[in-house]
């Protein structure tokens, strides 16, 4: 306990103290005793984790309470779940109510042992507990330590909010055991440095130093981090009694807590408090940014600090919404006057002085949304006529930009110039360094290492000014060399040197480090170490080592790790010879980096003689045939700079040069000039909008070569038409009036960086030129020389044309660039245009440049600008623009691209892998046409081949390929399965075009097989090579071009194949499988299921799916045969699940091999994957992004240990899991007794969430929730011999329960869009209860047989009833159709007969029936035999089979009469006018028949109901509304009427017959009836009111 450290808090509300230190709960009694806190009783509450942890710890604890054994006090330990669910009202409850129970009094003092929640719970149990108990806080997390311990900030959380119910309330001791830390895993401890970094950055410049360089050795470090542990709560502490009560400064605390509290209440934010913290201060400096407030370099820095300890600093589109954000944030407590409000962070360790500043909606929006986009007052104006040729206008710049930037300087000229003037002589003021590692790492080293003298002073720009003071070597002196060395930091003979990542810096220092070895005394330095972090490890320094060898004498270079890379250790090779530079030649290979050649340059000088540097491969540039070094430029900065420090290097020849020895001397003054690339915005901002600007760079001239080769690009600006103008230190571009750029094409090899600027500026021009000549095939500007953009952050020159076409440009990509054709400029403010950014910082860049001229431009993922340019978007508002957040997200793109409902699908794959026999069984299955693209091929290929060459074939293959993706050419509309030769992504072009596809599958049988097979055969051209490479090369391209993988296994049999892929096509082509009331899948637990020997068709039967448990199989790697099999046997969809230890299964890989396998089985064509709800988001997202829409997710959590939250938490974890990429939420926990499976079932039921929820408790006392379980239960099997979760059961046994329950185990379906007035469901659930019968009856919207047939292949499905518009579709899907229902036309019941098979028929005509004969049977009326049937549509159909099946004379009606005539003639009868008694027969009618919809008026002669003895019965099927035309005509002539209402209940009658094979009594109908119609009043009520 000495090594304790202790912190006094003295609050109005309280005094007590913190004490700190390792293994402190041993102490405990004799310092609660010195604190005189005495207890007639302790009561320690912590969770199931901690007392599963650290056991011995508790017993400690209990023996130091207890105290001596003459007079020991009772101590009591209460253990409740763990987590943040148990933080609730319900829980303070039952903690009271254990503690009444064991009477505890006043005098009682509770322990709070645990993490945030224990603490924060048990403090507001103490508050209220007899109005107030003692405490004790004993925290086990670091966020509990150094937070929420101290303070007295007391609460509970409820449904409405976290923390909503709570008191002030400080503990009487607080004990921070830092033992505790020891099992808490990394996330967590992140989550409380997260509050300490916080703390640093308001307030402790010192702490946030040492979070932000140790955060890889933290954990290891016991002193370090108990002396963090103790500044944070020191800090807290005097806070909090500056402040008890928030108000103050207290406020101080909750810095980053504004945005990271609004984060935090997300409903399916999954951050941990620190995490939400860590994204709100990255977030509220950003807002300090953008005010002027703070430097980017601080943002930077706290952001790199945060990350270090792997937390969230970025908020992640499809997880949050800005809307929801502003709307918390609304409510924070530091808002005033509804004016958003933060701590205002102004340096590392400073905040402003009034402590909090406003911060704007807008710019909070801005800063919070996930795309931004450039606002114009113009956009709502009509667009002026400026430029009027041909009838078209180019609208003016939406906005003008002015003003000037300093911008940060060229990392490569500040690190030179900081090399050169560490070695130079005199002193030296450098201006302008960029804020960045390389340099951050330079000045160390520098300063640190070699105790260069440096001071700083505020400059303008990102980093203050350096004023160093030279070494002053020259090449002779040595000597004053030496007496110089004995300054550098030397440690037992050796100078270490740490690099952490910065490449340049070790590069440019190794040989400066050999020269300072060699000046100095060897008795002093024996060797120098150059080290870096593990990155740097890797970074090859090979060649400038060889070459250092070369150079110096008497120094030998040793690689301490890996061959070739840093750490290297540079000594003397023996002790008494003194190294030296004696110069000379120097040949050096550039091929790895000129960094090289430049570090090796810039030492030159020293050498005794003149030194010749020789490059090796040299490279020929592309446009002048000039031979080169690679990054020539580069080399030529370094010259240009080593002269401006006064040595002049001769070029002799191609990589050929000369340096004299001498020494450096230091201008007094040195302006690093802006980073030339990124200074191509604001300037081209000027040229795009006619604005004007200034940047800080200087004028690249003819005479004198700029030192970026990216300055050149103000030459290209002026070319295009703008003015120009420089001074010493800056340039300024004006750009032309309106923005008219003039077309221009350029070499741009030299500033290769820049060129998607001029493709913006450029897309401009290319509308300015059509506006004056039209349109033209000639592309009018051209970027070429700039290849090596294809392969950076993306394909650059790809992003660029996609985009640009995306915004109406007419662009083409060749291989070294652009080329833009004149296009239309856009006009007003057109769609939206999304632009995809691939995260690529200068595509962002560049579309804020372009959205100046085109409205409607947003910009997703635009904090990628920070990698080079942080405060870009702050810079555009600088200089006049307004930038708005938006919602747009690069999904959106995505989405929008993707095609209508029915694709091609395209089969690829090797030679000889059965693409077509299985392509054409698919097909015949599917119902469509089928292509082998060999055969549609229009020539013999071989031929073709032998003639044209295989380049030609390419062309011509992609061209029929295209042709038939092309839904034009659909055969019928159809989509057809197109089988592709298996060189077909051989090209390119072809490869990009399948890429458009959704739906391309590869069938991927082993390599071995491939191989095999097409190496018999020679039907075909031959490959002109071995077989293997051209499967080997194109492996990965069938990959890239394919949405799935078929992998048929090598021995499986030709049938079982075409079974398994017809299986799998018609998954890939179908909706989503729905997710059924009552449906189950069945937990397949076999090791393997190709070996296992089980029949899965006979065990899929009685079950909607199978699940696939990918963690129980002896290989995983199996994992598509495993499919493959499934496939084979059964056509029920599959689910696939990798469940991990931490869940309750068996998988060890870590959550990337998790994802990778989920991502595997959606390849595969899986129709559900489980994603465990832990997994980072990342990873959910990259499983999300990975799958088809049409692939379920199921999101889901498991929790081992045992008993169920209360009602009230479950439902806010489904609330939680209710997210938009989930399509059914599961939730198991353990069950501790059978009332948590009620409590389980309860909250299902109350929690307001609509996607289908699977909710259990596993173990025997949990067997219940599997009965009370509404959707996908998972259910084993009597033939497996494992079950896969504890208290699983078979489908028998849940359906014997549910029976015995009164719980329906067979469901129906009204079938039909809309059916949401339909009033089935009201007529058979009224019927069913009386019949007591297990049936429960539903809607199913939808108009898609395909979908109709899924559900009705359920085991769950006992029948339905089938309305428009389905009524003629289903039959295909049916097992066979009555003969009623084929004469009449439409299948209005689907049931199942005793052997089960689905049986469609139509009972309308039954129901009519029966109206009939009433009519009939009426005394007095047996002699009319005559209907007259009005309408002629699909219900008259019906009609007229009921009167011609009774015999009855058929009579017709309708308004088209030609459609009467054709129903007369089928059914034979005659049709007839109704206004007029011309053609009633004799005798008059029996019945009338209403079939026309009721809403229709109807004019009717009255003579129709007065023609016959008795008036006839009116029979109408219409029922909406009750009383139609002819129902009130009937009336009106004293007509008896059977209601549309009735007829519908009549049929269902029927109906319920077929679904049930038993009778239906009169009581039941009763029932029945009364059911329908006090649901028809309501449903007419709000139809007809
Ligand atoms: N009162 C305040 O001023 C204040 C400040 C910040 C946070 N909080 C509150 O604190 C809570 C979060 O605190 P937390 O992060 O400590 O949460 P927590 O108490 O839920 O602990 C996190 C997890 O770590 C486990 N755990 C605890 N000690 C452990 C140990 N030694 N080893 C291994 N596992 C251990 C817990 O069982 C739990 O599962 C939130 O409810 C938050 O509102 C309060
Ligand atoms: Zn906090």
């Not at 505890?104 to 508050?127: H, N």
């Not at 409380?192 to 308001?202: P, R």
């Not at 995260?839 to 947003?858: I, P, T, W």
Request: glycine share 8%.
């Amino acid at each position: 306990m000495e090594s304790a450290s202790r912190v006094d808090l003295k609050a109005a509300s309280g005094e007590y103290s913190i004490l700190i230190g390792r293994d402190l709960l041993p102490h405990i009694a004799q310092h609660l005793k010195q604190e005189k806190i005495g207890a007639s009783m302790y009561v320690i509450v912590t969770d199931v984790t901690i007392e599963r942890l650290h056991p011995q710890r508790i017993d400690t604890l209990k023996q130091q309470l207890t105290g001596d054994s003459a007079s020991p006090t009772r101590v009591l330990v209460y253990v409740i779940p763990n987590g943040e669910k148990s933080k609730t009202r319900e829980m303070k409850g039952r903690i009271e109510d254990f503690m009444l129970r064991e009477k505890c009094d006043k005098g009682t003092v509770l322990v709070a042992l645990g993490g945030g929640v224990i603490g924060d719970m048990i403090g507001f149990v103490a508050a209220t507990y007899y109005r107030g108990i003692n405490f004790i806080q004993i925290p086990t997390t670091l966020l509990s330590m150094v937070d929420s311990s101290v303070g007295g900030k007391t609460a509970v959380n409820t449904p409405f909010g976290k923390n909503l119910i709570g008191a002030f309330k400080q503990p009487v001791a607080v004990y921070v055991d830092m033992a505790f830390l020891d099992t808490i895993d990394d996330r967590n401890m992140a989550n409380g440095m997260a509050e300490v970094i916080k703390s640093g950055l308001t307030s402790m410049p010192d702490v946030f130093e040492l979070c932000a360089d140790n955060a890889a050795t933290y954990r290891k470090d016991a002193k370090l981090l108990q002396e963090l542990i103790y500044r944070a709560i020191a800090f807290k502490a005097d806070v909090v009694m500056q402040d008890e009560r928030d108000g103050g400064i207290r406020n101080i605390l909750n810095f980053g807590h504004s945005v990271g509290h609004a984060v935090e209440l997300l409903p399916n934010n999954t951050w941990l408090h620190g995490e939400c913290v860590s994204v709100g201060c990255v977030h509220e400096l950003m807002a300090a940014r953008a005010m002027g407030r703070c430097s980017a370099e601080l943002v930077q820095r706290a952001e790199k600090c945060f990350q270090a300890y792997k937390l969230p600093t970025r908020l992640q589109p499809p997880y949050f919404d800005v809307g929801h954000m502003m709307s918390n944030m609304a409510m924070d407590k530091k808002n005033k006057g509804g004016r958003k409000r933060i701590v205002m962070v102004t340096d590392v360790g400073k905040t402003a002085d009034g402590l909090m500043e406003y911060v704007s909606d807008d710019l909070f929006i801005r800063l919070l949304s996930p795309s931004v986009e450039i606002t114009s007052p113009l956009d709502t104006q009509a667009p002026t006529q400026t430029d009027a040729v041909n009838g078209v206008v180019v609208p003016p710049p939406r906005v003008i930009a002015n003003g000037s930037v300093i911008l940060p300087g060229s990392k490569s000229v500040a690190n030179r110039a900081l090399l050169l003037a560490a070695l130079g002589r005199g002193p030296c003021e450098l201006s302008n360094l960029p804020a960045c590692e390389d340099i951050r790492v330079m000045l160390t080293a520098l300063a640190n290492r070699l105790s260069v003298p440096l001071t700083y002073r505020k400059g303008s720009g990102e980093v203050p000014d350096v004023m160093l003071e030279g070494m002053g070597v020259t090449s002779g002196g040595i000597e004053q060399a030496k007496a110089l060395s004995k300054k550098f930091v030397i440690e037992d003979g050796v100078l270490h040197v740490w690099v952490e990542n910065a490449g340049t810096v070790a590069r440019f220092l190794t040989p400066a480090l050999t020269l300072i070895l060699l000046w100095s005394d060897p008795k002093v330095l024996t060797k120098v170490v150059l080290d870096g972090n593990n990155r740097m490890r890797v970074r090859p320094l090979k060649d400038l080592v060889e070459c250092i060898k070369l150079a110096f004498t008497g120094v030998n270079v040793k690689y301490l790790g890996k061959e070739g890379c840093p750490p290297i250790e540079i000594t003397h090779t023996s002790a008494d010879v003194s190294a030296s530079f004696p110069g000379a030649d120097i040949p050096i290979d550039n091929k790895v980096s000129s960094q090289f050649v430049s570090a090796m340059l810039m030492v030159a000088p020293f050498a005794k003689e003149s030194v010749e540097v020789q490059l090796k491969h040299l490279q020929e540039d592309a446009s002048s045939g000039v031979q080169e070094a690679v990054s020539q430029p580069y080399i030529d900065m370094t010259i240009q700079m080593m002269k401006h420090w006064g040595v002049e290097v001769q070029q002799l020849g191609p990589g050929r040069y000369k340096v004299p020895t001498g020494g450096y001397v230091n201008p007094p003054t040195y302006a690093v000039e802006a980073d030339a690339s990124a200074a191509s915005y604001p300037l081209a901002l000027a040229a795009i909008t006619g604005g004007r600007v200034t940047v800080n760079m200087k004028m690249p001239s003819v005479d004198k070569p700029p030192l970026q080769g990216d300055a050149n690009f103000v030459h290209l600006l002026a070319e295009m038409g703008c003015k120009v103008e420089s001074d010493q230190t800056s340039v300024t571009v004006t750009g032309p009036s309106n923005g008219h750029l003039l077309p221009v094409s350029s070499d741009m090899g030299k500033m290769t960086d820049t060129f998607m600027t001029a493709g913006v500026l450029m897309a401009r021009a290319a509308q300015c030129v059509y506006a004056t000549s039209g349109e033209s095939s000639e592309p009018c500007c051209v970027i070429t020389n700039v290849e090596n953009q294809r392969v950076k952050e993306c394909n650059r020159i790809e992003a660029m044309v996609d985009n640009l076409s995306r915004c109406g440009c007419k662009i083409r990509d060749r291989q070294d660039g652009l080329e833009l054709f004149p296009s239309p400029p856009p006009v007003g403010c057109p769609a939206p245009t999304v632009i995809n950014c691939h995260e690529d910082h200068r595509l962002a860049m560049c579309f804020g440049v372009y959205s100046c001229v085109q409205a409607n431009v947003k910009i997703p993922e635009w904090r990628c600008v920070e990698k080079t340019f942080s405060d870009y978007w702050d810079v555009l508002e600088r200089l006049g623009l307004t930038i708005r957040g938006s919602n747009a997200k690069v999904e959106d793109i995505l989405q929008s691209s993707s095609v209508p409902s029915e694709s091609p699908l395209v089969l690829v794959g090797m030679r000889n892998v059965g693409k077509t026999t299985l392509g054409r069984a698919a097909a015949t299955r599917l119902g469509r046409p089928f292509v082998d693209l060999d055969e549609a091929f229009p020539f013999d290929i071989k031929a073709f081949v032998e003639k044209h060459g295989w380049d030609a074939f390419r062309q011509e293959e992609l061209a029929v390929l295209s042709r038939h993706l092309d839904p034009a050419s659909f055969p019928d509309g159809k989509a057809p399965v197109i089988a592709c030769g298996g060189g077909i992504v051989e090209s390119p072009k072809a490869i990009e075009r399948l890429q458009k596809e959704q739906q391309v599958v590869w069938i991927h049988v082993s390599d071995e097989e491939v191989i095999r097979r097409c190496e018999n055969e020679a039907v075909k051209p031959a490959y002109g090579q071995p077989v293997r490479d051209v499967y080997m090369r194109r492996k990965p391209l069938f990959k890239e071009v394919s949405t799935y993988e078929f992998c048929p296994p090598v021995k499986a049999d030709d049938k079982a194949v075409e079974q398994a892929f017809c299986t799998f096509t018609r998954h890939v082509v179908s909706p989503p499988s729905p997710v059924l009331e009552g449906s189950t899948f069945l937990s397949l637990t076999s090791p393997d299921l190709t070996t296992a020997g089980i029949n899965l068709a006979d065990m899929a039967k009685d079950v909607d799916a199978l699940e696939l448990r990918v963690d129980l199989l002896a290989d995983p790697s199996t994992l598509p045969h495993q499919i493959f099999h499934i496939r084979s046997q059964t056509s029920r969809p599959i689910v696939l699940t990798v469940r991990s230890r931490g869940e309750g299964g068996r998988f060890d890989g870590d959550d990337t091999a998790m994802a990778a396998l989920l991502c595997e089985g959606v390849r595969c064509g899986v129709e559900f994957v489980d994603v465990e709800k832990r997994l980072p988001s990342s990873l959910i997202d990259t499983v999300v992004r990975s799958k088809p829409r049409r692939t379920r997710l199921i999101l889901s959590q498991h929790f081992i240990s045992p008993g169920v939250p209360p009602a009230s938490d479950v439902q806010n974890l489904i609330r939680q899991f209710d997210r938009d990429y989930v399509d059914v939420i599961k939730v198991v926990f353990t069950a501790s007794c059978t009332d948590d499976c009620l409590t389980l079932a309860h909250a299902v039921r109350s929690s307001g969430v609509r996607k289908p929820v699977i909710a259990l408790a596993m173990g025997e006392a949990g067997r219940l929730s599997r009965v009370l379980n509404t959707h996908m239960t998972p259910v084993t099997h009597k033939a497996l011999s494992t079950k896969a979760a504890p208290g699983q059961m078979t489908v028998q046994e849940i359906d014997a329960m549910r029976q015995s329950m009164g719980l329906p185990t067979r469901f129906y379906y009204v079938f039909g869009k809309p059916t949401s007035k339909s009033a089935s469901p009201a007529l058979y659930n009224a019927l069913f209860p009386v019949k007591g019968v297990p049936c429960y009856y539903d809607r199913h919207e939808t108009d898609d047989p395909k979908t109709v047939e899924a559900v009705i292949s359920s085991p769950r499905f006992g029948g339905g009833s089938v309305t428009i518009p389905l009524k003629e579709k289903v039959a295909p899907l049916l097992h066979s159709v009555s003969e009623d229902a084929k004469i009449i036309g439409a299948v209005n019941t689907i049931y199942k007969d005793a052997k089960g098979r689905l049986v469609g028929t139509n009972t309308d005509y039954l129901a009519l029936t029966r109206g009939l004969k009433h009519a009939t049977s009426r005394s007095g009326n047996q002699a009319a035999k005559s209907v007259l049937v009005l309408g002629a549509g699909g219900a008259a159909r019906a009609a007229c089979y009921a009167v011609k099946k009774l015999g009855m004379d058929l009579f017709l009606w309708n308004r088209t009469k030609t459609k009467a005539d054709s129903l007369a003639s089928e059914f034979g009868g005659q049709t007839i006018v109704i206004d007029g008694p011309q053609n009633t027969p004799q005798g008059g009618f029996a019945a009338l028949i209403g079939t026309v919809p009721g809403s229709s008026p109807l004019d009717v002669s009255s003579s129709l109901f007065t023609s016959s003895a008795l008036p006839p019965v009116v029979i109408e099927m219409a029922y909406l509304p009750k009383e139609t035309p002819l129902v009130k005509a009937g009336a009106a002539h004293g007509c008896e009427c059977v209601y549309g209402i009735d007829i519908l209940i009549w049929q269902g009658v029927e109906q319920a017959r077929l679904y049930l094979g038993q009778d239906i009594t009169a009581q039941e109908e009763k029932a029945a009836t009364q059911a329908v119609y006090a649901y028809y009043e309501q449903v007419a009520a709000s139809t007809y009111t």
